[in-house]
């Protein structure tokens, strides 16, 4: 399994409030390289088959409503120590916490409508990467 690539998608509430390419420039500028990416919107059941992790926590209905409310950009990228690196990039889940400089600081409105997603692994990156893409051979 490649160690070098994470998944991302841009969530419902940045896509909608215009913030793609503005978060596309700092992901390039950060050194990723885009490897698949696409715009499309979840159904309610394929939000809650992404976040099937979260279905015990009190937040899950609310979060694949959301999640399913509006288009997403996913996409998988590479670079050296992929998932970790996009992790920093990104910020804390609550953008009230998260970094100066973050893509969450700038752009998330709050800790459910936080902008973009980041794997936490490397086995989830190429799960989560093959959710979206699974017509290529990313992983
Ligand atoms: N989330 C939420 N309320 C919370 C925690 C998380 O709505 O109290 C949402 C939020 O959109 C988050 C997602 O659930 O990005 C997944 O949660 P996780 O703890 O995995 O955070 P992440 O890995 O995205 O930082
Ligand atoms: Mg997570």
Redesign the pocket.
Known sequence: MATNRTFTMIKPDAVGAGHTGAIIKMIEEAGFRIVAMKLTQLTPERAGQF?AV?KERP?YG??CAYMSSGPIVPMILEKDNAVADFRELIGN?DPKKAAEGTIRRLFAKD??A?AI??S?SDENAAIEGRFFFAETDMF
């Open positions: 976040y979260h937040f609310e979060l889940t800790i459910s936080n997603h980041g936490d």
